[in-house]
T-cell receptor, first 114, second 112 residues
Framework: EAQVTQNPRYLITVTGKKLTVTCSQNMNHEYMSWYRQDPGLGLRQIYYSMNVEVTDKGDVPEGYKVSRKEKRNFPLILESPSPNQTSLYFC?????????????FGSGTRLTVV | KQEVTQIPAALSVPEGENLVLNCSFTDSAIYNLQWFRQDPGKGLTSLLLIQSSQREQTSGRLNASLDKSSGRSTLYIAASQPGDSATYLCAVTNQAGTALIFGKGTTLSVSS
């Protein structure tokens, strides 16, 4: 089954403790991206990657890092989480160009930073 | 900067009613437009994708239209059911293909 898999689904952590949220897709998509969803603000893009070793900032990149060492994986790293990063996070992937059939999203990771 | 607006923000209808959800965007230079459904606290399920060269797409009781020149899309739901209750999100892909820009959604409640 074609899918985007995020782990963990739920995470509670303390301020300053580094964490990684993993994202993996099995569709051989070139493009992957991370979004956060907050009440009243909607979904906002954090980082995206057009291919292996190619990443760029979205609208709200502060406090986050990403890497794309393999085509299928795109982890989101919070090196020193703060309470304002409490949010619902989504990873998405798609093919590019004329083979773009829209975006597939993971099930989400609900992160709470205390 | 591209902005996507969805009206209304919330909608309550009785079961069986046909309804229309509206989406508008400020920059007509889009690659495609996608409608999603989101249940509370859950992920996003893709409903329909309309390429910029297309005018509409249909899937079952859902029909989405796109008028790129006026910056508008509508999602038509026929014969609504309580199971249709969810938040519906409209999103456009920028021409570079680097971002999906979302509206804030329409929360639909269908009562039996």
């Amino acid at each position: 089954e074609a899918q985007v898999t995020q782990n963990p689904r739920y995470l509670i952590t303390v301020t300053g403790k580094k964490l990684t949220v993993t994202c993996s897709q099995n569709m051989n998509h070139e493009y992957m991206s991370w979004y956060r969803q907050d009440p009243g603000l909607g979904l906002r893009q954090i980082y995206y990657s057009m291919n292996v070793e190619v990443t760029d900032k979205g609208d709200v990149p502060e406090g986050y890092k990403v890497s794309r060492k393999e085509k299928r994986n795109f982890p989101l790293i919070l090196e020193s989480p703060s309470p304002n990063q409490t949010s619902l996070y989504f990873c998405a992937s798609s093919s590019l160009g004329y083979s773009n059939y829209g975006y597939t999203f993971g099930s989400g990771t609900r992160l709470t930073v205390v | 900067k591209q902005e996507v607006t969805q009206i209304p923000a919330a909608l309550s209808v009785p079961e069986g009613e046909n309804l229309v959800l509206n989406c508008s965007f400020t920059d007509s230079a889009i690659y495609n437009l996608q409608w999603f459904r989101q249940d509370p606290g859950k992920g996003l399920t893709s409903l329909l994708l309309i390429q910029s060269s297309q005018r509409e797409q249909t899937s079952g009781r859902l029909n989405a239209s796109l008028d790129k020149s006026s910056g508008r899309s509508t999602l038509y739901i026929a014969a609504s059911q309580p199971g249709d209750s969810a938040t519906y999100l409209c999103a456009v892909t920028n021409q570079a293909g680097t971002a999906l820009i979302f509206g804030k959604g329409t929360t639909l409640s269908v009562s039996s």
